[in-house]
């Protein structure tokens, strides 16, 4: 199983700035894609940001030019660096990343727990 632990979340003003971590463990394993994904009350789960291993980054286009992501392939962790956060950025982020088990070549899609991003005006 391939386990992910997200942290930096919290409490923001607007125009304010956060940082997220995820950190992805587990059995012998590679990863394709990291992703973030938000979910606000009464929302659907929709995709922030992604990042492909062969560097390529994408964005939803109300966080483009705002948001970044990175990743550390030599940690299996994926950032979000939120700058000029909104209000209507506050949701539960959550970390995805796919990729196969190096074991059997099986593929697995993981998920963080969540981390709560709270962006007051």
């Known amino acids: 199983q391939v386990q992910l632990v997200e942290s930096g979340g919290g409490l923001v003003q607007a125009g304010g700035s956060l940082r997220l971590s995820c950190a992805a463990s587990g059995v012998t394993f590679s990863i394709d894609g990291m992703a973030w994904y938000r979910q606000a009350p009464g929302k659907q789960r929709e995709l922030v940001a992604v990042?492909?291993?062969?560097?390529?980054?994408n964005y939803a286009r109300s966080v483009k030019g705002r948001f970044t992501i990175s990743r550390d392939n030599a940690k299996n962790t994926v950032y979000l660096q939120m700058n000029s956060l909104k209000p209507e950025d506050t949701a539960v982020y959550y970390c995805?990343?796919?990729?196969?088990?190096?074991?059997?070549?099986?593929?697995?899609?993981?998920w963080g727990q969540g981390t709560q991003v709270t962006v007051s005006s």
């Open positions: 990042a492909t291993s062969g560097g390529t980054t």
């Open positions: 995805n990343a796919n990729g196969r088990r190096l074991v059997d070549l099986s593929e697995y899609d993981s």
